[in-house]
């Protein structure tokens, strides 16, 4: 998943046009996005989109309120007759919350005839102060877990920073530390990374460059709050022409070499660490369909 569009679960102009934006996944909110009067309609809503969904459509993922929210439960219940292919669950506060959700989700696959573990798991890890401490606690909590991301405008307000970016636009040292954590907490848990929103949303080149800086660091995709910023997104994550041919050089080398210790490649030392990046980039490739 390269691209993940949050659209609010209750505007189905909204869900018709992400429909056809060409993000490899939807993020249809129940959360944030949805005033307190309007959930019930946007359940309704949500669950006959993931009904009415076709095959070729992007992947169809529901952000539900917090396991403290007192609606999660009431989430699920309209959601799950719909089967979406996972369930984002924000503010979450470690591996425990994981596993929880899980448990919630297996009673509803049960209930409404899914298979046990078909749905999949999103965590936005790193938005209340005690999820940062228990970023380690992830990695093994559930199969189901298959991405892991990160938010920094729900963490500025529990910690009370005024702005969580400088006058630069570069985000400041408490979000780049959760930032960063998320990456290494996905890492372990051996799930998708993926970087948070960019809310800027008429500034493509601060997009780009974000997208740019967040593939660098190992980050396979960014979620988007705008079609507009899909294309952007999906241009940075997928790897290029260059990029693919030197990392099939990388493995062909090895593969051909498997005594092979360092070696010269286009004019750059290469060992065993670059070849772990080029079977990871190649993999991408394949995801993208740019590779057989
Ligand atoms: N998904 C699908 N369609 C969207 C969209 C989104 N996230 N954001 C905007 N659009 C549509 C608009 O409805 C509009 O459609 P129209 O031309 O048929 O009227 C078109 O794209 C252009 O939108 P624009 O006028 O540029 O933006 P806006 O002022 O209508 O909306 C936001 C701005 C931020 C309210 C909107 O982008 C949005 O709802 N984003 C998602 C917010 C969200 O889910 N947040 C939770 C996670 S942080
Ligand atoms: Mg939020």
Redesign the pocket.
Known sequence: MRSL????GDDP??IA??LA?GADALIL?LE??VASSRKPEARRIVCETLRARTPGAPRLIVRVNALKSGEIAADLDGVMPGGPASIMLPKCEGGADVQHLGALIAVREAENDLADGQTHIIAIATETPVAIFRLGSIAGSSQRLDALTWGA?DLAGAIGAEANRDETGAYTDPFRLARSLALFAASAADVAPIDT?YTD?RNEAGLAAECRAARRDGFTGKMA???AQVAIINAVFTPDAAAIAHAAKIVQFFRDNPDAGVVGIDGQMVDKPHLVQAERLLARARAAGLVG
């Open positions: 569009l949050f659209i609010p102009k909204k046009k992400g934006s909110d944030d996005s405008e929103v949303f709050i705008h079609p």
